[in-house]
């Protein structure tokens, strides 16, 4: 059984920083892109990060870049998510999701894996 398990996520002051780890059982992940959306409350899901399954390409979604870092570490079947300078509006819960192929860019319903999500809360 195949699954993916986000941890890491609390409640931090704006400008602080959060380190979210996704660990991922159950199969490999060869070939797969592994990414980061976000669900605010009364908005819908959104990407934030993805990166191949090599970890040599990436994407960013313009709000979160120069600021949150995605890494990935193969052996360990674990994906990171760094957020520095946390802003109110980062607020949502985080999910971890991935999809087969080379794509690094697809909508959280085209992925074929995903977590239940940690809960990120920035306070101003």
């Known amino acids: 059984q195949v699954q993916l398990v986000e941890s890491g996520g609390g409640l931090v002051q704006a400008g602080g920083s959060l380190r979210l780890s996704c660990a991922v059982s159950?199969?490999?992940?060869?070939?797969?892109?592994m990414g980061w959306f976000r669900q605010a409350p009364g908005k819908e899901r959104e990407i934030v990060a993805t990166t191949s399954w090599s970890g040599s390409t990436f994407y960013w979604r313009d709000s979160v870049k120069g600021r949150f870092t995605i890494s990935r570490d193969n052996a360990k079947n674990t994906l990171y998510l760094q957020m520095n300078s946390l802003r109110p509006e980062d607020t949502a819960v985080y999910y971890c999701a991935t999809r087969s192929g080379s794509r690094i860019l697809w909508a959280f319903r085209e992925s074929d894996y995903w977590g239940q999500g940690t809960q990120v809360t920035v306070s101003s």
């Open positions: 159950g199969r490999t992940f060869d070939n797969y892109a």
